[in-house]
């Protein structure tokens, strides 16, 4: 398998077009090429979108006056929100741009859960993830500062996983791995797969994007000791300030991880979902304790400064907070973003849905991560975005 570092030299990059198996006309810039004289400076600011766990296939209980509402419905008017970001004028809250402008955005980032687990009743992943594309790349209008369109940067979620690999509970196909090898295809991690020849063993989704200065880690679920291993190899040369994008906590989910038991497998007795590629060390049940994964990757976090950030979806809600490890002995930035579909308090009560906005000062080497909550009126759609939480954090 070919992983692949993604590189930006300003807005100066090469592209490259792929057509993936669901005919999807995205072009994805894949390689670097030396800056000329033509190329636009550096930009002096970064703004990035992010949000996580669409989970098209389900419904909400309620939004904007309906009930019973798709996921797509929910989600195409989450991103028409997002469209209008860039016209927004920052709150004076002491952090990066303050009061001024947004301006261009120059990624959308969605850390997974594209579909939803393929239990009764739910679409394919396959369905789920041509829906997404129509969303979230076909229906997103922004661009840069230099008129460029916003790029989208995909992860996958536990339940695009368990969509491809199978699940302790019957789904309906048995798997499918529409959503993985879509996402695949789309971040050109390697040669095009189709639902057929997907296979999460070998074809893990992770790459990196350097751009301006900056290094933006996307890691396939959370970073396990097998990803650690591509990890470490893509962060051997690098000297910049590290953001790190994945699915699960810190704190992972002690089912997500590898079934310790003797078969392995994915089994109604155990229920470990096998997500994380290694064996849960903790105990023969998913009620263990994820204490011995979670300090081995506290030690690794310690010997890699530059990880400045660590960004995540799964448990579905907005906070700003430090993860300390197991024995509280590192403090991690940390940015858990909210749900469209999921959220644990947005789920009942739709005026706290919310997604993220960061902005990066290039120059002074900080960020700002505001809240920016997208249905304060739901009788009134239109109603302009209302910031909320925000935390603003050195790179240095």
């Known amino acids: ?107 959308l980032i969605e850390t997974g859960d594209v579909s939803n687990r393929m239990e009764a009743g739910i679409q394919s992943a396959t369905a789920s993830y041509n829906q997404f594309i129509t969303d979230y790349s076909t229906g997103l209008k922004l661009t840069d500062d230099a008129g460029v369109k916003t790029k989208l940067l995909l992860l996958p979620g536990n339940h695009d ?40 063993t070998t074809d893990k989704i992770h790459y990196s994007v350097d751009y301006s200065g900056f290094h933006f880690l996307f890691v396939c679920m959370w970073p396990d000791s097998t990803e650690r291993v591509w990890i470490n190899k893509d962060l051997a040369t690098v000297t910049n300030p590290v953001l790190l994008f994945t699915h699960d906590q810190p704190d992972v989910e002690t089912k ?34 994820s204490t011995i994964e979670q300090r081995n990757f506290a030690s690794w976090i310690k010997v890699n400064p530059l990880i400045k950030a660590y960004f995540h979806g799964n448990d579905n809600a907005n906070e700003f907070y430090s993860y300390t490890g197991p024995d509280n002995n590192i403090s991690l930035n940390t940015f858990r973003v909210d749900s469209p579909m999921k959220g644990n308090i947005s789920g009942t009560d739709e005026t706290k849905l919310s997604f993220q906005l960061v902005t990066i000062d290039v120059v002074n080497k900080s960020m700002t991560v505001r809240e920016c909550l997208w249905n304060t009126t739901p009788t009134v759609p239109t109603t302009a975005i209302v910031f909320g939480a925000t935390k603003t954090i050195s790179l240095k």
């Open 1 to 107: 398998m070919r992983t692949q570092k993604v590189n930006f030299i300003g807005e100066a990059f090469a592209k490259t077009l792929r057509i993936s198996t669901f005919a999807l006309l995205l072009v994805v810039a894949i390689s670097c090429k030396k800056e000329s004289k033509d190329a636009i400076l550096t930009p002096t600011y970064i703004n990035f979108v992010y949000t996580s766990d669409a989970h098209y296939g389900i419904t909400r209980a309620t939004f904007q006056g309906a009930t019973t509402v798709n996921a797509q419905i929910v989600n195409a008017a989450l991103v028409k929100q997002i469209n209008t970001v860039s016209d927004l004028t920052l709150p004076n809250d002491g952090g990066v741009k303050a009061g001024s402008k947004v301006g261009g955005i120059n990624f």
């Open 161 to 200: 996983v368990s969509n491809a690999i199978g699940y302790y509970k019957t789904m309906t196909p048995l798997t499918d791995a529409g959503s993985m090898a879509g996402i695949y295809n789309l971040m050109n991690i390697g040669a095009v797969k189709t639902v057929a020849n997907y296979n999460y």
């Open 256 to 289: 997500h991880l590898f079934n310790p038991n003797v078969s392995g497998t994915i089994n109604s007795t155990n229920k470990f979902e096998n997500l994380v590629g290694e064996k849960c060390k903790d105990g023969l049940t998913i009620t263990a304790p």
